[in-house]
């Protein structure tokens, strides 16, 4: 049955079930709770955590892969961290998980980024 579409009755949130490959080549999966964002607003968010990305990243005689790895994380947590109201892994979250799950399981970081593009941008939930 299709649904009928009422403009300006935005959600405060949403579901959407992330999988991803794990080292095991097994699948991984994490039921997330997004922040709902229209697309401008994504558009928004993005550009609010990124911005400063290139200052953290190491130039020079000062790179370091270390430091660049964690540069990484630390920007993939706070972009979870924005994006995530909820979600169930086994360990609250928090800036310290999600740098941990970013360290741990980089493609979940991947897919969990690109599952909540898609659903911001194009309008998809489907898994």
Known sequence: MATKIKLGQRPASFKKTITFPIH???QGVI?????YRTRTD???F????FND???AIPQGDDFSMERLMEATRDKNADYLLEAL????V????NRANAQRLADELPGAIVAIM???RAASVEGRLGN
């Open 24 to 26: 095991a080549g097994e």
């Open 85 to 88: 109201e909820a979600w169930d």
């Open 42 to 44: 994504f558009g928004a």
């Open 46 to 49: 993005v550009d609010a955590i």
């Open 114 to 116: 690109e599952g909540y």
């Open 90 to 93: 086994d360990q609250p979250l």
């Open 53 to 55: 990305a290139g200052q």
């Open 31 to 35: 039921e997330c709770t997004f922040k």
